[in-house]
């Protein structure tokens, strides 16, 4: 107590300092003129008495400073000083003082940077229950290849049905969750609501996906494996973000029904804030249904595109031969090539329907043009032809003998063809057992040119 | 000539403290020629050494001071004991007595009262 009093006292001395230092004088002042005045009583002259009363009173120089280390913070006191004599020196030389300035900043600000870059990819754990605890079976740490099974890319990808196996015959994991490696993008519209469709992305999940990363709802609850069965009711869960970013944090869409590409799923959740799904994505999902709802949202949209399309029988006059209908569809396959583009007889209108998606907006100038990847060969092109309806189905290898020395991916293409020109093209991608029929066997670089016809 | 020795570290605060608890309020020259009278001019006291010490016990708040007129008429700083300085002075004699008499007891003790 003594101690704080005191410091406390030498901390607030500079206030005094003037005061103290003529205090100081004055006693010393005082002090020798008594003892000179008791030396003259004891008989000295006055000279020798004042002489011996400083010899008695020790150093005057020495006191004063043991004094004022006494009186104030001296270390504090210098540390002012020196602080002021430098701020002054770099007054005196700007330029110095600018780069030192600058430098400093883009030291301090890039260090932040990087260790803010640091802190959030590698130091941040996933917003999940125990993350530790938790692993992706593969073979590669990245995730996921979308273009079908290749060798290597092994255990990347695996089927629905090897999934469920997996998961009710692997011991050692508590959970076994699955999604796939592509989250679709949905129309999104309230059911009885006013707000116009907006694009939001999607995810499916296995109904143990929640339970796995051990993520509760915000509020509501999370998928179950009672939602993800055939035929169970379709429900959703919303990401928090788009739950306050787009409805407002609105209690009433626990509950309701929203559109997803026309179909009606009932919204049974919101995700917790923070939980932006599986993967760092800089689109995360803000929709997760259950993967049995799959088939229910997304093939479904691909018979609607289909039923769209006249696919009857074309009079008997106006019948292409099958060499036409091969050569368009050849043609078709040659685009993906480089320079072959302008060679492909596009018809008008035209639609392409691929991976649920459709060109198609039943106007006269929909056109199948609308770009393909450049570069890839496609190639053991089989085709099977029905004149009657202008059909041409291509059974193919996509990709075989790449720069990257893939084998390629089985492919299946449609064609529906009319006086010579293409009018409708469906793609389907296969994803075939890994020795199966279909796969590429040519080599690096191999021509593109069909090697049978059927 | 007469043997003298220093005065021993933080030995000095207490010394004024029981000067001026003896004879109340004195101004610094006073307090150091009570001291060397009663420690017989055994001490060798640079009276100087005296005045930051007296300002360290009123920084503490053990001593208070103010200006006054001295035997000679002049202007003198008095110091005078507070009822902390006196409560440090009790526990400080204390805490000598204690120490002295320990030490006595280890000066006394001979080797055959230990067999």
């Known amino acids: 107590m003594r101690s704080l009093r005191r410091f406390l006292k030498r901390l607030m001395s500079w206030s005094t300092t003037q005061r103290d230092e003529d205090r100081l004088r004055q006693e010393i002042e005082e002090h020798l003129a008594l003892q000179t005045a008791e030396n003259v009583r004891s008989g000295l002259a006055p000279a020798e008495a004042r002489r011996q009363a400083i010899l008695k009173f020790g150093a005057i120089q020495a006191v004063r400073e043991s004094y004022r280390d006494q009186r104030g913070l001296p270390r504090l006191e210098t540390l002012l000083l020196d602080t002021r004599h430098a701020l002054r020196s770099l007054r005196k030389a700007p330029a110095f003082t600018i780069t030192i300035i600058l430098t400093l900043a883009l030291g301090i600000g890039a260090t932040t940077s990087i260790f803010t870059l640091v802190h959030a990819v590698l130091l941040k754990s996933l917003p999940v229950a125990k993350p530790d605890e938790l692993y992706r079976l593969g073979k590669d740490s990245n995730c996921c290849y979308h273009g079908g099974y290749s060798f290597d890319q092994e255990f990347s990808l695996v089927s629905y049905d090897l999934y469920k196996y997996l998961r009710d015959n692997t011991g050692g994991f508590s959970e076994l969750a699955a999604f796939p490696a592509f989250g679709p993008i949905f129309g999104v519209r309230r059911a009885r609501g006013s707000e116009a469709i907006q694009i939001d992305r999607g995810e499916f999940v296995s109904g143990n996906y929640f339970a796995m990363f051990g993520i509760g709802a915000y509020t509501g609850r999370m998928l179950t494996p009672l939602d993800d069965r055939e035929g169970a009711p379709p429900v959703a869960v919303m990401s928090y973000r788009l739950w306050e970013q787009s409805y407002g944090s609105d209690p009433l869409v626990l509950g309701s029904v929203f559109q997803l590409n026309e179909k009606p799923f009932t919204v049974v959740g919101i995700a917790p804030p923070g939980f932006f799904g599986d993967t760092l994505r800089s689109a995360p999902p803000d929709f997760f249904l259950p993967l049995n709802t799959e088939p229910y949202i997304q093939t479904d949209s691909d018979l609607k595109y289909s039923s769209s399309e006249n696919w009857d029988v074309i009079p008997a006059a106006k019948r292409d031969n099958r060499e036409t209908l091969v050569h368009a569809a050849n043609a078709y396959l040659d685009a993906f090539l480089e320079g072959k583009k302008d060679m492909v007889p596009w018809g008008y209108p035209c639609n392409r329907t691929e991976g649920g998606m459709h060109t198609g907006k039943g106007v006269a100038e929909d056109s199948c043009d609308v770009g393909v990847p450049s570069g890839v060969n496609i190639a053991n092109r089989h085709f099977v032809v029905d004149e009657t309806i202008g059909a041409v189905v291509a059974f193919c290898t996509f990709g075989a003998g790449n720069a990257t020395g893939g084998s390629g991916a089985p492919d299946t293409h449609l064609f529906r063809v009319e006086n010579g020109k293409l009018r409708f093209v469906h793609t389907l991608t296969h994803l075939l057992q890994a020795n199966g029929p279909g796969r590429g066997t040519q080599g690096k670089n191999a021509p593109a040119a069909p090697n049978n016809q059927k | ?115």
């Open chain 2, 1 to 115: 000539m007469k043997e003298t020795t220093d005065v021993r570290q933080g030995t000095l605060a207490l010394m004024v403290l029981k000067t001026l608890d003896v004879l109340g309020p004195l101004h610094g020259y006073g307090i150091a020629r009570r001291i060397e009278q009663i420690s017989g001019d055994v001490l060798t006291l640079n009276q100087g050494t005296l005045y930051p010490v007296l300002l360290k016990l009123e920084q503490e708040g053990s001593i208070a001071s103010e200006w006054g007129a001295s035997e000679n008429n002049r202007k003198a700083r008095f110091y005078r004991l507070t009822s902390g300085g006196r409560k440090q002075l009790q526990s400080e004699a204390r805490n000598w007595e204690q120490t002295a008499a320990i030490i006595g007891r280890f000066f006394a003790v001979k080797a055959k009262d230990l067999k």
